[in-house]
C-alpha cells in the first residue's frame, strides 16, 4: 500500500483518542506523520498513549476534555492554541452507546446524555474547529457516526438517533466549508470489537456471534480497519471526498 499523504508537520485531534476505535486512530495519524492531540476523560490512558506517540517520533498532546461540557471544550482548543498554534485534522470521536431498551422505556435522563454526548459534544467540537482550519487555510474533519445513523436498530433509541444527527451535521458543515478547502465526512462503523461493544453484547459468545453475522463479512471489524479509512478520508487521496457517510461495516448496510 502506498504511503497516506498528509500535509506536512500536520497537527491532528482525535476527542475520546485515549481507547478503543480513538485510540487507533491517533496511533494511525502519528503513523502518517501528523503531531496528535488526544482528548478524553481518561487520563491515565490518554498520558500513556501520548507517550506512546512520542516513541514513534511525533509531538503528542493529551488534554483531559469533556466534549458534552462547552467550557471543556473551549479548554480544549484553548490547549491545542497555545501547544502547536494550528489544527489540520480532526476526527470527533468521543461517543457513549448508552442503556439498552425499546423507545418508551428510554428515560429522559439517558436520552439526553447521549446526544449530550454524542450529538451536542461533537457539535461544540465542529464549532470550535472549524475556524482554526480556516485560519490554516482549511483541513480536514471526519465525525465517527456508525450504521446506526443510517439505519435503525431496536433498542438503542438515542444512540440512533444521535448518530443520525451527526450525519446531518456532517452534510450541512461539509456544504457550508467547501469553498474554504475544509473537507467533512463522516465514517459510519459496523460493530468493532471494544469495549463499548464487549458492554453491548455482555462478551456472551452467543450474542457476539449474532453481532458478527450482521455483517455479510460474516466477523466485526478492527479499530485499526476504521482508523485506516479515517485517515485516508483526511489525507490527499480522499481530496474531493466531502460530506459522505462511509459505511465500514463488512457490507453491513449493503443488504
Ligand atoms: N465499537 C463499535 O462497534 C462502534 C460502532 C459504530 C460507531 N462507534 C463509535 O465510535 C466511537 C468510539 O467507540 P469505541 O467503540 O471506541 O468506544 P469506547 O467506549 O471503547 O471508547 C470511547 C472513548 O471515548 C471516551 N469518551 C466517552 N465520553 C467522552 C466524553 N464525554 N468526552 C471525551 N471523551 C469521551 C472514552 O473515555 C473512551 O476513551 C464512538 O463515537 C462510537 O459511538 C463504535
Given at each position: 500500500m502506498s504511503r497516506i499523504e498528509l500535509r506536512k508537520d500536520a497537527v491532528a485531534l482525535v476527542t475520546?483518542?485515549?481507547?478503543g476505535i480513538g485510540r487507533s486512530v491517533a496511533l494511525a495519524f502519528a503513523r502518517a506523520g501528523a503531531d496528535v492531540v488526544v482528548a478524553d476523560l481518561h487520563d491515565s490512558d490518554g498520558e500513556a498513549l501520548a507517550e506512546e506517540i512520542a516513541g514513534l517520533g511525533r509531538q503528542a498532546l493529551f488534554v483531559h476534555a469533556d466534549v458534552s461540557d462547552a467550557a471543556g471544550v473551549t479548554a480544549m482548543l484553548a490547549a491545542i492554541d497555545r501547544r502547536f498554534g494550528r489544527l489540520d485534522y480532526a476526527c470527533n470521536n468521543a461517543g457513549i452507546e448508552g442503556a439498552q431498551g425499546p423507545t418508551a422505556e428510554c428515560s429522559l435522563e439517558n436520552f439526553d446524555r447521549v446526544i449530550g454526548v454524542n450529538l451536542r459534544g461533537l457539535f461544540l467540537c465542529m464549532r470550535g474547529q472549524i475556524p482554526r482550519l480556516i485560519a490554516g487555510g482549511g483541513g480536514a474533519i471526519v465525525n465517527m457516526a456508525s450504521v446506526a445513523g443510517l439505519v435503525g436498530f431496536a433498542g438503542l433509541p438515542a444512540y440512533c438517533a444521535s448518530k443520525g444527527g451527526v450525519v446531518q451535521l456532517t452534510r450541512t458543515a461539509a456544504l457550508e466549508y467547501a469553498e474554504q478547502n475544509i473537507r467533512v465526512n463522516a465514517v459510519c462503523p459496523g460493530a468493532i470489537r471494544t469495549e463499548m461493544i464487549d458492554r453491548i453484547t455482555g462478551t456472551d459468545p452467543e450474542t457476539v456471534r449474532q453481532f458478527e453475522l450482521l455483517h455479510p463479512m460474516g466477523r466485526m471489524g478492527t479499530s485499526e480497519e476504521v482508523a485506516g479509512t479515517t485517515v485516508w478520508l483526511c489525507s490527499e487521496g480522499a481530496a474531493?471526498?466531502?460530506?459522505q457517510a462511509l459505511a465500514v461495516d463488512g457490507g453491513m448496510v449493503a443488504r
Open positions: 475520546g483518542g485515549a481507547r474531493f471526498i466531502t460530506g
